[in-house]
């Protein structure tokens, strides 16, 4: 019981993080966690920069998670 809770808060605490950063130029960017590796055990990552709006950036980040 104690690992399910365990897993279920360390889900909720990922997926509550916004994605999409404001960068110090102003512009908007993101980041995306796409899995692991299997051979090496790293993160695959997407990242995407040069947004000028946050809404440009979610946009193509929705797109991005769509076709992954």
Do not use: C, H, W
Not at 21 to 26: E, H, M, S, W
Not at 29 to 43: C, E, I, M
Request: proline share 1%.
């Amino acid at each position: 019981k104690l690992i399910a809770l365990l897993a279920l808060y360390v889900r909720s605490e990922i997926m509550a993080k916004d994605p999409i950063k404001k960068a110090d130029n102003g512009t908007y960017y993101f980041r995306a966690n796409l899995g692991y590796d299997t051979l090496t055990g790293k993160q695959i990552q997407k990242y995407q920069s040069g947004f000028k709006t946050k809404k440009e950036a979610k946009t193509a980040y929705s797109k991005s998670m769509s076709l992954s």
